[in-house]
């Protein structure tokens, strides 16, 4: 199988069963790509040649402390690990709108105690159809094709089988709680990301935020036993790993 060389010697990155599409773009993200600074656009062609993992965050949008009975999921690509002490740390952005961001926001703004707890599942190379789902991307090649985005979509319910498929073969699931956030804009404000309610007071001053980052504490990790290799997202693709 062709393939593109990963950063190991034993592997390469082959494209999964499932035909690879890319992705389509809104009208108001190419339209603020030619205002985007020189580096900006040099980092988005340079990320596009690293191969990321893909997660899947899900969580009970009625209910955010019912986070075992997920009615709603969110595919991201952004997914890192930062710290493992003195606490174990991860991060991911959300772009927006998007419900589960304002919904992690509001519930991050009020006391410690309602800080919001979520799941994320690394994704096998066996998903990439859930990567598609959660990410409301079409199962089959389409031409790309322009979005109209709203600021208030009609919200369309996942079924309850995605978050059953979510569980049978992924490679490992945290539980976490959103410690903090901040609105990835410019200028960023200066605050803690710990305190993300006087985050929320420097987004006024600048311009209008278009993604928001959060970073989450790990309370547990599941690690699965099935012999999977991961999901990753290359070159606006999806992809799994194949040995040389």
């Not at 606490?87 to 304002?102: C, D, G, K, N």
Request: with cysteine; aromatic share 6%; glycine share 4%.
């Amino acid at each position: 199988m062709q393939g593109r060389w990963c950063t190991t010697t034993s592997y390469l990155l082959a494209s999964t069963p499932v035909p690879l599409v890319k992705r389509s773009f809104s009208v108001s993200t190419r339209r603020a790509s030619s205002t985007l600074p020189a580096a900006s656009n040099d980092l988005r062609q340079l990320m596009r040649k690293v191969a990321q993992p893909v997660a899947v965050i899900t969580c009970n949008l009625h209910d955010l402390h019912n986070v075992g009975k997920p009615d709603h999921g969110a595919t991201v690509s952004s997914f890192v690990s930062i710290a493992l002490a003195p606490a174990p740390l991860v991060a991911f952005a959300l772009r927006l709108p998007s419900r589960l961001a304002t919904l992690l926001k509001s519930k991050n703004a009020q006391s410690p105690s309602s800080l919001a707890t979520i799941h994320i599942h690394l994704l096998s190379q066996k998903q990439e159809s859930l990567a598609r789902a959660f990410a409301r991307q079409p199962a089959k090649p389409q031409k790309a094709t322009p979005s109209n985005p709203s600021p208030s979509p009609v919200f369309e319910p996942f079924p309850k089988h995605l978050f059953q498929e979510l569980e049978e073969a992924s490679l490992g699931k945290l539980e976490c709680t959103v410690i903090g956030s901040m609105p990835l804009q410019e200028p960023l404000p200066a605050s803690d990301l710990v305190n993300s309610s006087t985050s929320s007071a420097g987004q006024a001053a600048g311009t209008d935020a278009t993604s928001q980052l959060f970073i989450a504490k790990a309370l547990s990790v599941t690690v699965n036993d099935y012999e999977q290799e991961p999901l990753l997202y290359c070159h606006q693709g999806y992809y799994g790993l194949a040995q040389k």
